[in-house]
């Protein structure tokens, strides 16, 4: 287990210190209750891989035969967020940095094996003792012992689609930092499952307080093992395809080789269908396609039906003008763009996260919103709800007045990626970062572990690519070897490393990186 600094240890007394009328006491019992009532609920819902493209909200090319009403809604009674981004594209570093706040190099959870210390300050712990009822159910992923809940059902590691093991609080044992490996079985679909531990939470909560719910839904995680009455829904449709489901990688780096994230990589447990015999590249693209994408979104409609369910349920018991509905996924997800699947890379189908949020006393019903919103502004965005400063330690910024439609002057305008896990955990991801701004997007592969656990070493030659978005918003021309963007590129590179220094990441501490980019950063072709 990672061993948290003297000042990571004091950083819940130190920030979590809140005015006398926001922290519950006996001699402010009533100030409190008060308080408690004018504070709004959070209920933050989040697919696992879901993407904006499976939500018809957004408007995609599946949205012409595949609806999702019920996410919709809170998105036509809300806003909807365009630009929201992860900064590690990958579950459980997401869940990570949503949690603490901060990015992977803060918080330790860089890759897929780590572990979120249970010690480590987190928006639960920070909500509770600010007088919030807190509970999560459904996935967790971070291994050790939920922390800062005062109710939680989730399933050991990546849970089960059907019949789900799940663990109670007061179940895990006396141990917090022992990785669980089972729990007792709930029979049914898991997103089925989830649902109802939802209701439970909001029937057995103490109605004295205000209460913060996180609802993680294990779909649409790949093997998209859906509930069977989803079945026939897509009988007779051809499914609209991304117009660079071929993509044949000619302007990208050596790193395109390497995947193994393509239609034509998936395997018979992912599509359950014996794959025909003499297929092309290309045939084999189409042809995978069609099954993967009706049975992803077949997991979706699950998600959508069950998020119908909760917002009926705070309907009928007075609950949907003081709660904050949000619905979102881990990360972004690849639906067949650039023939691939999964997620991890830079690319804005992977990128972005989709974010929808319903809060009817600030937010005007049926906006938009295009600002740069991270992962890392989560957790300071609950605690502004709850009327908490930003503790110290977080790195994201509350978005509440973006929002409402305020949004501040010097918003970021700029945002920094990272992907730590090098070639490892499958799919065979080169390690990069880069930078996005409004128009371009400059990622640098720089291909190596780093000592990230679960990566690997394989020799790889660093490059770069570059991308003008508002040209190529598919991302499908390089254009870093174009000598007249050298200008831009080294002001992109200036702003990119203006960023890591921003967020603690300037490789100082890796021998082999600050070698790498002696010779790799400012070199050109």
Same mark, same amino acid.
């Given at each position: 287990m990672?061993?948290?600094?003297?000042?990571?240890?004091?950083l819940?007394?130190?920030?979590?210190?809140?005015?006398?009328?926001?922290?519950?006491?006996?001699?402010?019992?009533?100030?409190?209750?008060k308080?408690?009532?004018?504070?709004?609920?959070?209920?933050? $819902?989040?697919?696992?891989?879901?993407t904006?493209?499976a939500?018809?909200?957004y408007?995609?090319i599946?949205?012409?035969?595949?609806?999702?009403?019920?996410?919709?809604?809170?998105?036509?009674?809300?806003?909807?967020?365009?630009?929201?981004?992860?900064?590690?594209s990958?579950?459980?570093?997401s869940?990570?940095?949503?949690?603490t706040?901060?990015?992977?190099?803060?918080n330790?959870?860089?890759?897929?094996? +780590?572990?979120l210390?249970?010690?480590h300050?987190?928006?639960?712990k920070?909500?509770?003792?600010?007088?919030?009822?807190? &509970? $999560?159910v459904?996935?967790?992923?971070?291994?050790t012992?939920?922390? &800062?809940?005062?109710?939680?059902?989730? @399933?050991p590691?990546?849970g089960h689609y059907?019949?789900?093991?799940?663990i109670?609080?007061?179940?895990w044992?006396?141990?917090?930092?022992?990785?669980?490996?089972?729990?007792k079985?709930?029979?049914?679909?898991?997103?089925d499952?989830?649902?109802?531990?939802?209701?439970?939470?909001?029937?057995g909560r103490?109605?004295?307080k205000?209460?913060?719910?996180m609802?993680?839904f294990?779909?649409?995680?790949r093997?998209?093992?859906?509930?069977?009455? @989803?079945e026939?829904?897509?009988?007779g449709?051809?499914m609209?395809e991304?117009d660079?489901?071929?993509?044949?990688?000619?302007?990208?780096g050596?790193?395109?080789?390497?995947l193994?994230n393509?239609?034509?990589?998936?395997?018979?447990?992912?599509?359950?269908?014996?794959?025909?015999?003499?297929?092309?590249?290309?045939?084999?693209?189409h042809?995978?396609?069609?099954?993967?994408?009706k049975?992803?979104? =077949?997991?979706?409609? &699950?998600i959508d039906?069950?998020?119908?369910?909760?917002?009926?349920?705070?309907d009928?018991?007075?609950?949907?003008?003081?709660?904050i509905?949000?619905?979102?996924?881990?990360?972004?997800f690849?639906?067949g763009?650039?023939?691939f699947?999964?997620?991890?890379?830079?690319?804005?189908?992977?990128l972005?996260?989709?974010?929808?949020?319903?809060y009817?006393?600030?937010?005007?019903?049926?906006?938009?919103?295009?600002?740069?919103?991270?992962n890392?502004? @989560?957790?300071?965005?609950?605690? +502004?709800y709850?009327g908490?400063?930003?503790?110290i330690?977080?790195?994201?910024?509350?978005?509440?007045q973006?929002?409402?439609?305020?949004?501040?002057s010097?918003?970021?305008?700029?945002?920094y990626?990272?992907?730590?896990l090098? $070639?490892?955990? &499958?799919?065979?991801?080169?390690?990069h970062?880069?930078? =996005?701004? *409004?128009?371009?997007?400059?990622?640098?592969?720089?291909g190596?572990?780093?000592?990230?656990?679960?990566?690997?070493?394989?020799?790889?030659?660093?490059?770069?690519?570059?991308y +003008?978005? *508002?040209?190529d918003?598919?991302?499908?021309?390089?254009?870093y070897?174009?000598?007249?963007?050298d200008?831009? $590129?080294k002001?992109?590179?200036?702003?990119?490393?203006?960023?890591?220094c921003k967020?603690?990441?300037m490789d100082?501490?890796?021998p082999?990186?600050?070698?790498?980019?002696?010779?790799? @950063?400012?070199?050109?072709n």
């Open positions: 990672k061993t948290l600094s003297m000042k990571s240890l004091a819940l007394s130190i920030c979590a210190a809140v005015p006398a009328s926001s922290a519950c006491n006996l001699a402010g019992a009533k100030k409190c209750q308080k408690n009532k004018e504070r709004p609920n959070i209920l933050f $819902i989040m697919g696992d891989d879901l904006s493209q939500i018809s909200a408007g995609g599946l949205s012409s035969v595949f609806k999702t009403p019920n996410m919709d809604r809170v998105a036509a009674e809300g806003v909807k967020l365009n630009n929201c981004f992860v900064t590690n990958i579950s459980a570093p869940r990570a940095t949503i949690m706040g901060q990015y992977s190099q803060n330790g959870v860089y890759t897929l094996a +780590d572990e210390d249970y010690r300050p987190t928006v639960s920070y909500m509770q003792k600010a007088g919030y009822y807190t &509970g $999560i459904g996935k967790w992923h971070l291994k012992e939920p922390q &800062g809940f005062d109710y939680y059902c989730v @399933f590691g990546f059907f019949d789900p093991e799940m109670t609080k007061g179940e044992g006396s141990d917090p930092s022992l990785h669980k490996k089972h729990g079985v709930y029979k049914g679909h898991s997103t499952v989830v649902e109802k531990k939802v209701e439970e939470f909001l029937d103490d109605k004295s205000p209460f913060m719910l609802c993680d294990k779909a649409p995680h093997n998209w093992e859906y509930a069977p009455r @989803f026939h829904i897509f009988d449709i051809e609209p991304p660079n489901l071929l993509d044949t990688y000619k302007t990208k050596a790193y395109a080789n390497k193994t393509k239609m034509e990589d998936f395997l018979y447990e992912d599509l359950r269908v014996k794959k025909p015999e003499g297929m092309t590249k290309a045939e084999e693209r042809w995978a396609y069609q099954i993967y994408i049975n992803y979104l =077949r997991c979706v409609a &699950g039906e069950n998020v119908g369910k909760i917002l009926k349920y705070l009928d018991n007075n609950l949907t003008d003081n709660t509905v949000i619905i979102t996924g881990d990360q972004g690849f639906l763009e650039h023939g699947f999964d997620k991890r890379l830079m690319y804005e189908e992977s972005k996260m989709p974010f929808l949020v319903r009817p006393k600030e937010i005007k019903a049926g906006t938009e919103n295009s600002d740069f919103v991270l890392i502004d @989560f957790a300071p965005t609950f605690m +502004d709850a908490l400063k930003r503790p330690d977080m790195q994201g910024e509350s978005f509440r973006n929002l409402a439609g305020h949004t501040p010097d918003w970021r305008q700029s945002m990626y990272r992907y730590w090098n $070639i490892g955990w &499958g799919h065979d991801v080169t390690a970062y880069g930078i =996005r701004t *409004k128009r371009y997007k400059l990622i640098y592969y720089y190596l572990p780093l000592g990230m656990l679960g990566a690997k070493e394989s020799p790889y030659t660093p490059d770069w690519e570059l +003008d978005l *508002k040209n918003p598919e991302e499908m021309n390089n254009i070897n174009d000598h007249k963007n200008k831009l $590129i002001n992109l590179k200036e702003q990119l490393l203006q960023l890591k967020y603690n990441d100082l501490h890796y082999q990186m600050v070698k790498l980019d002696k010779e790799y @950063f400012w070199k050109k």
